[in-house]
């Protein structure tokens, strides 16, 4: 049995659900369960409507629309989602004359993106011959605990889950992203959850393959926009992909832990190309090369902070991040000296009032148009030259560095730069690291 997940892209459009049908068509002999999220645009629709509504606005047009358009583009009856329509109306009529939002409505709202897509899916399925059957993933036993806006399953769900997926005659089209808790109530497993929804359906049955299905290649060696000559990775481990989660990278880790416990594997696949293998994430994947992908993340902020208090004192990072935390700040990259502190956010969001309050303990200097480019790979661990062939060919491109980290769990190797050096850093290492010709000194991003 295999899980295929399509998200919101992949099922946007008549003609993309249609080409859903024939990938999942071409998989049947793999016995698969098929997870959908809302249509794309759906999920941020349904929370504006829903603010709307506890301002006293109820208007569901535009998501009807949205619905009653893809079903008219593929031929099928309003009917289909009509029923769902009413009780989101009766629903936000309700929130407009108690004028109040909790979570817990909030997460009932949303569920009906996922509820109507799976219906319009599977409508959509039986029309081009795919015998299939819609699912709310609560019925499937996706019980979750109360946690409204990030649900976590609960430990009996797993069995539950296991249990009523053989009972299914028909291919099960279920809903990513909800579930129940054990009061009956609808919850939501966060934004982007339909992921996590595949990974929890997965470990529960022991699947053979989880897919993410989306409108992109798996993971590649560069960004291609940069790199003209990057490849997309055939296979890569958890690790490494949790590392590349953050510089964009096309999966969210932490949803595909379930999967990652059971040790089973995770293929990253492009809908409009089913027939690239795409990226296989794995517990374990074997170690090839030394640098898997060259990565970065741009527009970032770099704050230096400074004082000789800090020399050989203990509680003084303490106080640093508390400040940060305090202000919902998240660091991205850290290094120290015995006087200085450097960090870089990715926002300046909180950040003036934040920097007021270090300004009590340390000299503290903001810099602007940062980007950490990164190189990550498990190969970095055994090939102890890495970090000098990394910054050999950054010296060659004539690029200065300005932070530097690297963790002990050696499998990555990240640094600052200016926002225009990203493209001379990545080329340089793309080069270093997979023998692409080597660029200019000069060229600029
Ligand atoms: N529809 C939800 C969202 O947009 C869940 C998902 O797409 O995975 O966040
Ligand atoms: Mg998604």
């Known amino acids: 049995m295999i899980v295929m997940k399509f998200g919101g892209t992949s099922v946007g459009s008549a003609d993309r659900i249609q080409s859903v049908a024939q990938v999942v068509r071409a998989n049947l002999h793999r016995n698969p369960v098929v997870v959908v999220s809302a249509h794309s645009k759906v999920t941020d629709m349904l929370i504006s409507l829903a603010k709307r509504a506890v301002r006293g606005q109820v208007d569901i047009d535009e998501v009807r629309d949205r619905h009653l358009g893809i079903l008219a583009d593929l031929g099928l009856k309003p009917s289909i989602v009509e029923k769902l329509l009413g009780e989101l109306e009766v629903l936000l009529k309700g929130i407009s004359l108690v004028k109040e939002l909790t979570p817990r409505t909030l997460d009932y709202v949303l569920s009906f993106g996922e509820r109507m897509s799976v219906r319009t899916v599977t409508a959509a399925f039986e029309k081009a011959g795919l015998a299939s059957t819609a699912v709310d993933a609560f019925d499937l036993g996706l019980i979750t605990d109360s946690s409204f806006g990030s649900a976590a399953p609960l430990p009996e769900a797993d069995n539950i889950i296991s249990w009523n997926v053989k009972r299914f005659e028909k291919l099960p089209v279920v809903t990513g992203y909800i579930g129940k808790n054990k009061d009956g109530d609808i919850t939501t497993?966060?934004?982007?959850?339909?992921?996590?929804?595949?990974?929890?359906?997965?470990?529960?049955?022991?699947?053979?393959?989880?897919?993410?299905?989306?409108?992109?290649?798996?993971?590649?060696?560069?960004?291609?926009?940069?790199?003209?000559?990057?490849?997309?990775?055939?296979?890569?481990?958890?690790?490494?992909?949790?590392?590349?989660?953050?510089?964009?990278?096309?999966?969210?880790?932490?949803?595909?832990?379930?999967?990652?416990?059971?040790?089973?594997?995770?293929?990253?696949?492009?809908?409009?190309?089913?027939?690239?293998?795409?990226?296989?994430?794995r517990a374990k994947a074997p170690v090839r090369g030394i640098v898997k992908s060259v990565v970065y993340k741009e527009d970032l902020f770099m704050i230096e902070l400074l004082s000789t208090r800090m020399l050989q004192h203990h509680g003084f990072m303490a106080r640093i991040f508390e400040v940060f935390s305090r202000y919902g700040i998240v660091i991205d990259m850290i290094a120290t000296s015995e006087v200085s502190v450097s960090l870089t956010v990715d926002s300046d969001r909180n950040l003036e009032p934040a920097i007021r309050d270090l300004e009590s303990i340390a000299d503290v200097k903001v810099e602007g148009g940062k980007a950490i480019v990164c190189v990550v790979g498990e190969g970095i661990r055994n090939h102890p030259g890495v970090p000098?062939?990394?910054?050999?060919?950054?010296?060659?491109?004539?690029?200065?560095?300005?932070?530097?980290?690297?963790?002990?769990?050696?499998?990555?190797?990240?640094?600052?730069?200016?926002?225009?050096?990203?493209?001379?850093?990545?080329?340089?290492?793309h080069s270093t690291f997979f023998g692409t010709p080597a660029p200019a000194v000069a060229e600029k991003a």
């Open 189 to 281: 497993l966060g934004r982007n959850g339909s992921d996590y929804t595949a990974a929890i359906i997965g470990a529960a049955c022991g699947a053979e393959e989880i897919q993410i299905w989306s409108d992109v290649d798996g993971v590649c060696s560069a960004d291609p926009g940069i790199v003209k000559e990057a490849h997309s990775i055939d296979e890569m481990s958890f690790d490494e992909a949790s590392e590349l989660a953050y510089y964009g990278g096309r999966i969210h880790p932490a949803t595909l832990v379930p999967a990652v416990k059971k040790e089973i594997p995770i293929r990253l696949k492009n809908t409009w190309q089913p027939d690239n293998p795409g990226t296989l994430i």
């Open 388 to 429: 000098a062939q990394v910054f050999g060919a950054l010296h060659a491109a004539g690029i200065g560095v300005q932070m530097i980290s690297q963790s002990a769990m050696n499998i990555n190797i990240a640094f600052l730069v200016n926002n225009d050096q990203i493209g001379p850093a990545v080329r340089a290492l």
